[in-house]
């Protein structure tokens, strides 16, 4: 646990268990809300070939995690250590120029 409080650079248990919440909280309401919004566009695997549906599906998944992990950072107190993971994450995936 010291490992992960000195590489995230977080200075008590606490704060770990509110990332890991926020962590847990987004990924359950990206997952929850990404089939009404399909829904809403029209985008079911019977109007689509499947695999289309998936891809499409997993790459609003993505773009709504992005969002809701800085909001939820946000509402949890933790928005500089969201702020900062998401400019890390999106830089790897080579996004970067959309953060400046």
């Known amino acids: 646990m010291n490992k992960l409080k000195e ?4 200075e008590s248990n606490f ?9 847990a909280i987004t990924g359950s309401t990206a997952s929850y809300i ?4 399909l829904g809403f566009l029209n ?5 689509l070939n499947s695999v289309l549906y998936w891809i499409i599906r997993i790459l609003i998944l993505f773009i ?9 950072g946000w ?10 993971f998401e ?3 999106l830089s790897r995936f080579g996004l970067k120029r959309f953060l400046n």
């Open 43 to 47: 985008i079911t695997p019977e109007t």
């Open 7 to 10: 590489r995230w650079g977080i």
């Open 87 to 89: 400019k890390k994450m």
């Open 75 to 84: 509402l949890f107190g933790q928005y500089k250590f969201f702020w900062n």
């Open 64 to 72: 709504m995690y992005q969002f809701l992990l800085v909001f939820f």
């Open 34 to 37: 990404g089939k009404p919004i």
């Open 15 to 23: 704060q770990i268990a509110i990332i890991f919440i926020v962590f």
